[in-house]
């Protein structure tokens, strides 16, 4: 027996309704594979997982920290702000924002705010794990909210070289486009700390400008020939240098150069530059290996002494440069270009510098930098939190500080004359502490290690301890005790274990199945449902389980997206369908004679019936099957297909039939499809409903009534005609043009169901719509339809009735509102007629010259191909086209019988015309979309008889623009349009004199 799992809602069983865990804000989790999934941060125990729900299941997955790359998280409505009086640099880059509120041999205690508007805690610090104190740009705790960005935000911020070129991401900025760019204007203090992180996948090839304007900024250093200070101390070249506007060189202007500093890769090193005329300020940071990497950088900024600073975010100084005594005008932006290769940007904080040393300290002694400039060095040995006064005792043998200080005081307490004296510093006064070395890096206390960054600027690296109550405790060797923060405040998280090494290859993945919705990317594994989620109303029979997970999770039965089994191919180029389209041949005349002309009838020559060929169908909602077409009526279609289950479509279900699949040429030019797509304005009560290609490729509009095995009838303006089915390739259903009052696309709207809609895309081609009722794993031993061994989605559809799809033999399926996404993209589905314009008549009053503003004078004229009207002279059964016309002077008037002004203008149009016959001058009267006896009636009552060409399909107004009438269009012998004028009027006939006038006299343009 196979095993079948349903999706079953249990309504007749009692059940506690199911509790869902606590939520947290919306979010974006990335797996270290590149997978994404926007949704939610829910609580959970195990330390080792992050329970994330997306918003296509309805239960969260568990990720364990090791698969998991990034979790970012919206930021809150206000700004939020640093509080505090200092910045505490921690070890590995780790900093906490706060005031000092006791010291003591082992531990600094600060007081530190870290969820929202909730009170300050206090956190004990190692003292191994400070490695310095800053003090807040305003020295009493108080910052403004334009001198802090904390990012990369939206790529919506940023000013990219080529929008396409970027993707913004789990909190990153990212690109793999040669030569792009993006620029932000960051604020930058004229004083600032600029933290940032960059990372790479397949090689470094980088540029990042400290202090650009929008309008200047170059990564011209190409131009210079380089040397950098190899490994074994002895120069080394590592680039040649370029000539400007040498093949490869820069290519920016002398007026966008500018002195910005910059962070660069040269040579397969990344240095610090900054450019001037003739030479380059250039210091080496580190060398890069080959691959994947990640580089973290302070960079100290200061635009008064034209100074950078580069250090680790351990405080270990890797450069400084710069040249005092010049003024260089800066801006206060940010720009990233990569070159090649690959780039990332994951982190960028700015924040003012109080423009202290970050680095440089005596010996194995901590130094206190004053105000005043002054430093003192020495152990920290006591805090008098009543009195606001640090205790600092230098080594024996060393002064207290570079020189005398008056807010440095002896102590008054008792000390051995034989030990150095501690110095008394007021808090208030201290700029920065900088403390040497430190202890060796400390691992993090069990468990998976993550960098958490909140809003306000606090990072610290620990082990997960879980999320409870949506706070994420965390436990880090920086802090005594467990860190416990708010989601609401989190940034960012970032798995510590999965970054990548220098020179390390990319890891291989596997990429399918992969699920795809509007805001997640999954690659995983499709199962079955089970009984225990049934309870659960909104939950499909279809199980996820992403790569990484620990579980799988129901579908939700109104998901939208696709599922790829494999990848989709490149889309064929344009080939031409059979044969080139024969010479025309002489056409009959009326009606039934056309018909037979363009559908190569020849009744009196009988000859063998030719092998009938497997027919395609193809369904308004998409499908695509093949099948044998028994006979169409007026109910709808009679068919047989291995894919279905019912053996009749009705009419407004089915888009098109191929009867003949292989050597059609149905090309056409798009001004042949807008005239078949044109519902002339006498046929809006009477549209076509069908259009059918010939064999030969031609087109016929009319309403099919039945087709059997042999001939086809057909209905075109109320006269019938049959045809041999053998001639007819295709029969396209035509849509009605959109009625406002009936809403749009009502007829097309999916009924709504309590289970999954899908579309399976076989690998054939054939594409299925239904409902699906279960994941079917078929048994090997059951060969029932072949498909032995297979698992199957069954279920139903609102045609074909039962559907049964091998999983296997799927390259993608669509589900929910992708479905009609995709259908609208068939080629089928486009086939909607439209209603000519009805144009207005023009207001009875002073011809308008639109000659000056018209778009299309000066243009060639559009081509136009019309009949020719019967009555006036004898047009010997020829077609009106403007390109016999070139040469002479064509006029064009545009009119139709209701229209007052136009039978007013069209005698005089009809009189200027024979004054200038004899120079070549012609005048054909359009009439838009009238029958015969509207026209004969018009022109008994003008007794006038001009060449009339008849607009049946409203097309040659289109083309024209005619948007009032009467029109009138002055076609120059060059064949390009000279005049344009709407409307009649007294001065109408002077200024329509004039114009023909003006292009007799032009000469020609051959």
């Given at each position: 027996?196979?095993?079948?799992?349903?999706?079953?809602?249990?309504?007749?069983?009692?059940?506690?309704?199911?509790?869902?865990?606590?939520?947290?804000?919306?979010?974006?989790?990335?797996l270290?594979?590149?997978?994404?999934?926007?949704?939610?941060?829910?609580?959970?125990?195990?330390?080792?997982?992050?329970?994330?729900?997306?918003?296509?299941?309805?239960?969260?997955?568990?990720?364990?920290?090791?698969?998991?790359?990034?979790?970012?998280?919206?930021?809150?409505?206000?700004?939020?702000l640093?509080?505090?009086?200092?910045?505490?640099e921690?070890?590995?880059?780790?900093?906490?924002?706060?005031?000092?509120?006791?010291?003591?041999?082992?531990?600094?205690?600060?007081?530190?705010?870290?969820?929202?508007?909730?009170?300050?805690?206090?956190?004990?610090?190692?003292?191994?794990?400070?490695?310095?104190?800053?003090?807040?740009?305003?020295?009493?705790?108080?910052?403004?909210?334009?001198?802090?960005?904390?990012?990369?935000?939206?790529?919506?911020?940023?000013?990219?070289?080529?929008?396409?070129?970027?993707?913004?991401?789990?909190?990153?900025?990212?690109?793999?486009?040669?030569?792009?760019?993006?620029?932000?204007?960051?604020?930058?203090?004229?004083?600032?700390?600029?933290?940032v992180?960059?990372?790479?996948?397949?090689?470094?090839?980088?540029?990042?400008?400290?202090?650009?304007?929008?309008?200047?900024?170059?990564?011209?250093?190409?131009?210079?020939?380089?040397?950098?200070?190899?490994?074994?101390?002895?120069?080394?070249?590592?680039?040649?240098?370029?000539?400007?506007?040498?093949?490869?060189?820069?290519?920016?202007?002398?007026?966008?150069?500018?002195?910005?500093?910059?962070?660069?890769?040269?040579?397969?090193?990344?240095?610090?530059?900054?450019?001037?005329?003739?030479?380059?300020d250039?210091?080496?940071?580190?060398?890069?290996?080959?691959?994947?990497?990640?580089?973290?950088?302070?960079?100290y900024?200061?635009q008064?002494?034209?100074?950078?600073?580069?250090?680790?975010?351990?405080?270990?100084?890797?450069?400084?440069?710069?040249?005092?005594g010049?003024?260089?005008?800066f801006?206060?932006?940010?720009?990233l270009?990569?070159?090649?290769?690959d780039?990332?940007?994951?982190?960028?904080?700015?924040?003012?510098?109080?423009?202290?040393?970050?680095?440089?300290?005596?010996?194995?002694?901590?130094?206190?930098?004053?105000?005043s400039?002054?430093?003192?060095?020495?152990?920290?040995?006591?805090?008098?939190?009543e009195?606001?006064?640090?205790?600092?005792?230098?080594?024996?043998?060393?002064?207290?500080?570079?020189?005398?200080?008056?807010?440095a005081?002896?102590?008054?307490?008792?000390?051995?004359?034989?030990?150095?004296?501690?110095?008394?510093?007021?808090l208030?006064?201290?700029?920065?502490?900088?403390?040497?070395?430190?202890?060796?890096e400390?691992?993090?206390?069990?468990?998976?290690?993550?960098?958490?960054?909140?809003?306000?600027?606090?990072?610290?690296?620990?082990?997960?301890?879980?999320?409870?109550?949506?706070?994420?405790?965390?436990?880090?060797?920086?802090?005594?005790?467990?860190?416990?923060?708010?989601?609401?405040?989190?940034?960012?998280v970032?798995?510590?274990?999965?970054?990548?090494?220098?020179?390390?290859?990319?890891?291989?993945?596997?990429?399918?199945?992969?699920?795809?919705?509007?805001?997640?990317r999954?690659?995983?594994?499709?199962?079955?449902?089970?009984?225990?989620?049934?309870?659960?109303?909104?939950?499909?029979?279809?199980?996820?389980?992403?790569?990484?997970?620990?579980?799988?999770?129901?579908?939700?039965?109104?998901?939208?997206?696709?599922?790829?089994?494999?990848?989709?191919?490149?889309?064929?180029?344009?080939?031409?369908?059979?044969?080139?389209?024969?010479?025309?041949?002489?056409?009959?005349?009326?009606?039934?004679?056309?018909?037979?002309?363009?559908?190569?009838?020849?009744?009196?020559?009988?000859?063998?019936?030719?092998?009938?060929?497997?027919?395609?169908?193809?369904?308004?909602?998409?499908?695509?099957?093949?099948?044998?077409?028994?006979?169409?009526?007026?109910?709808?279609?009679?068919?047989?297909?291995?894919?279905?289950?019912?053996?009749?479509?009705?009419?407004?279900?089915?888009?098109?039939?191929?009867?003949?699949?292989?050597?059609?040429?149905?090309?056409?030019?798009?001004?042949?499809?807008?005239?078949?797509?044109?519902l002339?304005?006498?046929?809006?009560?009477?549209p076509?409903?069908?259009?059918?290609?010939?064999?030969?490729?031609?087109?016929l509009?009319?309403?099919?009534?039945?087709?059997?095995?042999?001939h086809?009838v057909?209905?075109?303006?109320?006269?019938?005609?049959?045809?041999?089915?053998?001639?007819?390739?295709?029969?396209?259903?035509?849509?009605?043009?959109?009625?406002?009052?009936?809403?749009?696309?009502?007829?097309?709207?999916?009924?709504?169901?309590?289970?999954?809609r899908?579309?399976?895309?076989?690998r054939?081609?054939?594409?299925?719509?239904?409902?699906?009722?279960?994941?079917?794993?078929?048994p090997?031993?059951?060969?029932?339809?072949?498909?032995?061994?297979?698992?199957?989605?069954?279920?139903?559809?609102?045609?074909?009735?039962a559907?049964?799809?091998?999983?296997?033999?799927?390259?993608?399926?669509?589900?929910?509102?992708?479905?009609?996404q995709?259908?609208?993209?068939?080629?089928?589905?486009?086939?909607?007629?439209?209603?000519?314009?009805?144009?207005?008549?023009?207001?009875?009053?002073?011809?308008?010259?639109?000659?000056?503003?018209?778009?299309?004078?000066?243009?060639?004229?559009p081509?136009?191909?019309?009949?020719?009207?019967?009555?006036?002279?004898?047009?010997?059964?020829?077609?009106?086209?403007?390109?016999?016309?070139?040469?002479?002077?064509?006029?064009?008037?545009?009119?139709?019988?209701?229209?007052?002004?136009?039978?007013?203008?069209?005698?005089?149009?009809?009189?200027?015309?024979?004054?200038?016959?004899?120079?070549?001058?012609?005048?054909?009267?359009?009439?838009?979309?009238?029958?015969?006896?509207?026209?004969?009636a018009?022109?008994?009552?003008?007794q006038?008889?001009?060449?009339?060409?008849?607009?049946?399909?409203?097309?040659?107004?289109?083309?024209?623009?005619?948007?009032?009438?009467?029109?009138?269009?002055?076609?120059?012998?060059?064949?390009?349009?000279?005049?344009?004028?709407?409307?009649?009027?007294?001065?109408y006939?002077?200024?329509?004199?004039?114009?023909?006038?003006?292009?007799?006299?032009?000469?020609?343009?051959?």
């Amino acid at each position: 027996m196979p095993r079948i799992l349903r999706c079953l809602l249990l309504t007749t069983l009692s059940s506690a309704p199911v509790a869902l865990a606590a939520a947290g804000p919306t979010g974006v989790l990335t797996l270290s594979g590149g997978d994404y999934y926007q949704g939610e941060w829910l609580d959970g125990g195990d330390p080792g997982v992050i329970r994330w729900r997306p918003g296509f299941v309805g239960e969260p997955f568990e990720f364990g920290w090791e698969s998991v790359a990034y979790a970012t998280l919206p930021p809150p409505r206000d700004a939020v702000l640093p509080r505090g009086a200092f910045r505490f640099e921690l070890s590995g880059g780790d900093v906490v924002v706060g005031d000092l509120v006791d010291l003591s041999p082992e531990w600094f205690t600060v007081s530190a705010t870290l969820n929202g508007a909730d009170p300050p805690q206090q956190l004990r610090i190692p003292r191994g794990r400070v490695r310095g104190l800053v003090r807040a740009a305003q020295g009493d705790g108080g910052q403004n909210a334009n001198e802090f960005y904390i990012g990369p935000d939206q790529l919506s911020a940023w000013d990219p070289s080529d929008e396409g070129d970027w993707q913004y991401a789990v909190g990153g900025l990212s690109t793999s486009a040669s030569h792009a760019s993006a620029s932000r204007d960051v604020k930058l203090p004229v004083r600032a700390l600029i933290e940032v992180e960059l990372s790479w996948k397949r090689g470094a090839d980088f540029s990042l400008e400290l202090g650009v304007t929008k309008q200047a900024a170059s990564t011209a250093l190409g131009i210079f020939e380089v040397w950098i200070q190899g490994g074994d101390g002895k120069p080394k070249k590592v680039q040649e240098a370029q000539p400007l506007n040498a093949p490869g060189a820069p290519a920016e202007s002398k007026q966008d150069q500018t002195e910005a500093f910059r962070i660069e890769t040269v040579g397969g090193h990344l240095v610090a530059v900054q450019e001037s005329a003739p030479a380059a300020d250039l210091a080496p940071l580190r060398e890069l290996a080959p691959g994947a990497g990640r580089v973290q950088l302070r960079l100290y900024l200061d635009q008064t002494a034209n100074r950078l600073t580069v250090t680790t975010p351990a405080g270990e100084q890797l450069a400084e440069l710069g040249v005092g005594g010049r003024t260089v005008r800066f801006g206060s932006g940010i720009k990233l270009t990569n070159r090649e290769g690959d780039i990332r940007l994951d982190r960028l904080a700015v924040s003012p510098w109080n423009g202290a040393p970050p680095a440089s300290v005596r010996g194995d002694q901590p130094r206190v930098t004053l105000k005043s400039g002054e430093s003192v060095h020495g152990e920290l040995t006591g805090y008098r939190p009543e009195q606001g006064r640090l205790l600092v005792t230098p080594a024996a043998d060393e002064p207290a500080s570079d020189e005398s200080d008056n807010d440095a005081e002896a102590s008054e307490d008792e000390v051995d004359p034989t030990e150095p004296q501690a110095t008394e510093v007021a808090l208030d006064e201290v700029v920065s502490i900088v403390f040497p070395g430190g202890d060796s890096e400390e691992a993090a206390p069990g468990g998976a290690v993550l960098s958490v960054n909140l809003h306000n600027g606090l990072r610290i690296t620990g082990a997960a301890r879980g999320v409870e109550q949506e706070r994420l405790r965390i436990a880090s060797p920086n802090l005594d005790e467990e860190l416990v923060v708010s989601l609401a405040d989190v940034r960012a998280v970032r798995s510590a274990s999965i970054l990548p090494e220098d020179g390390a290859p990319a890891a291989k993945r596997k990429s399918l199945p992969r699920l795809e919705t509007d805001d997640s990317r999954s690659v995983g594994v499709l199962s079955a449902g089970t009984e225990d989620h049934a309870d659960r109303g909104d939950a499909s029979c279809l199980m996820w389980r992403p790569e990484g997970s620990r579980n799988a999770a129901p579908l939700l039965d109104n998901v939208s997206g696709r599922l790829l089994f494999r990848e989709p191919p490149p889309k064929p180029t344009t080939q031409a369908m059979g044969a080139a389209a024969p010479a025309p041949q002489q056409r009959q005349r009326g009606v039934l004679g056309a018909i037979a002309s363009v559908f190569s009838f020849q009744p009196a020559e009988p000859s063998a019936a030719p092998e009938r060929q497997d027919a395609v169908m193809y369904l308004r909602v998409g499908d695509k099957l093949p099948c044998t077409v028994n006979r169409i009526d007026d109910e709808g279609v009679h068919f047989s297909s291995p894919y279905s289950n019912s053996d009749f479509a009705p009419h407004n279900r089915v888009k098109a039939i191929e009867l003949v699949t292989d050597g059609v040429d149905g090309r056409m030019t798009s001004a042949q499809r807008d005239k078949l797509l044109t519902l002339p304005r006498v046929r809006e009560n009477d549209p076509p409903t069908h259009l059918l290609v010939s064999t030969k490729g031609d087109y016929l509009r009319c309403r099919l009534r039945s087709l059997t095995d042999e001939h086809a009838v057909v209905e075109v303006r109320l006269e019938e005609a049959t045809l041999e089915r053998s001639r007819i390739a295709r029969i396209i259903w035509l849509d009605p043009p959109d009625n406002p009052s009936d809403g749009a696309d009502a007829q097309d709207a999916p009924p709504q169901r309590d289970r999954p809609r899908v579309q399976a895309v076989q690998r054939d081609g054939v594409r299925l719509t239904f409902y699906l009722d279960r994941l079917e794993e078929q048994p090997a031993a059951d060969n029932q339809r072949g498909k032995g061994g297979q698992t199957l989605l069954i279920g139903e559809s609102d045609v074909l009735a039962a559907c049964s799809v091998a999983v296997d033999s799927i390259d993608m399926l669509l589900l929910g509102d992708r479905i009609e996404q995709a259908r609208a993209e068939l080629s089928y589905q486009r086939w909607k007629m439209q209603n000519a314009p009805a144009p207005r008549d023009a207001a009875d009053s002073e011809a308008g010259d639109a000659s000056t503003n018209f778009p299309l004078v000066g243009q060639p004229a559009p081509p136009l191909k019309l009949p020719f009207y019967s009555v006036g002279a004898d047009q010997g059964g020829k077609e009106f086209q403007i390109e016999d016309y070139r040469g002479e002077v064509l006029v064009l008037d545009f009119w139709a019988s209701w229209c007052g002004p136009c039978m007013q203008v069209m005698p005089v149009v009809d009189q200027v015309g024979e004054d200038f016959a004899d120079r070549g001058v012609k005048v054909v009267a359009v009439n838009l979309q009238e029958g015969a006896e509207e026209i004969t009636a018009a022109l008994d009552r003008l007794q006038l008889k001009p060449h009339i060409a008849l607009d049946r399909d409203g097309v040659a107004a289109q083309r024209y623009q005619v948007s009032g009438i009467p029109q009138t269009v002055v076609i120059g012998r060059d064949g390009r349009v000279a005049n344009v004028f709407v409307g009649g009027g007294a001065q109408y006939e002077a200024r329509l004199r004039a114009a023909i006038e003006a292009a007799v006299a032009a000469e020609d343009v051959e």
